[in-house]
């Protein structure tokens, strides 16, 4: 079946710091791969997607690159920032597109200033 | 009010309780999902509802009973929990377009505490 690997937690990085965060998957067809984030207290946002090979998701300083061939989509941030500090899930959508999405377990990232 | 919400924000309740968790969306979505979040398992996919229609109940224990009225609104209806059912439980939404890629959108949440 489908599922999503990503590196544990918790990961802390000073500010200004690179940050990434590895996710690799198993999926049959062409799934589609995206990024949630989960701020303290909340729920989870939407960070970043991308929808077929080589795709370059990115957003709010956030990249990931949709990687077919070593079945990828890591996380990278340039330079991290305080604020950043949340919960991070890397997620699939078969390529049917009418099943649930398929969540890691989420990697914890602190950043200090 | 826009997005997914969910109320109440807060619940704490004994183990002879009854109560009820209620999510809305407002973004016009034709699937509903409960999730669960505890320390122990990041996020645990409970129910979906496709349509109104319940299509996945992943061995959820028979103290938790969804209820899906209409496209918009989701219920959690909680009867003699266990203490280990204390969590953070989500409400998400989306959009099924057949063989697109879509988005989950998420309520912020209700933090149950069963005592």
């Known amino acids: 079946g489908n599922s999503v690997t990503q590196m544990e937690g918790p990961v802390t990085l000073s500010e200004e710091a690179f940050l990434t965060i590895n996710c690799t998957y198993t999926a049959t067809g062409y799934p589609s791969l995206f990024w949630y984030v989960q701020y303290p207290g909340e729920g989870l946002q939407l960070l970043l997607k991308a929808t077929k090979a080589d795709d370059k998701g990115s957003n709010k300083g956030f990249e990931a690159t949709y990687r077919k061939e070593t079945t990828s989509f890591h996380l990278e941030k340039g330079s991290v920032q305080v604020s950043d500090s949340a919960v991070y899930f890397c997620?699939?959508?078969?390529?049917?597109?009418?099943?649930?999405?398929?969540f890691g377990k989420g990697t914890r990232l602190s950043v200090i200033a | 009010e826009t997005g997914v919400t969910q109320t109440p924000r807060h619940l704490v309740m004994g183990m002879t309780n009854k109560k009820s968790l209620k999510c809305e969306q407002h973004?016009?979505?034709?699937?509903m999902y409960w999730y669960k979040q505890s320390a122990k398992k990041p996020l645990e996919l409970m129910f979906v509802y496709n349509f109104k229609e319940q299509t996945e109940n992943n061995s959820v224990p028979s103290r938790f009973s969804p209820e899906c009225p209409n496209s918009s609104h989701l219920f959690l209806h909680l009867h003699t929990l266990q203490p280990e059912d204390s969590a953070l439980y989500l409400c998400?939404?989306?959009?099924?377009?057949?063989?697109?890629?879509?988005?989950?959108?998420f309520g912020p949440g209700t933090r149950l505490t069963v005592t």
């Open positions: 998400a939404s989306s959009q099924l377009r057949g063989g697109d890629p879509y988005e989950q959108y």
């Open positions: 973004l016009g979505h034709n699937a």
């Open positions: 997620a699939l959508s078969a390529s049917s597109g009418n099943t649930p999405l398929v």
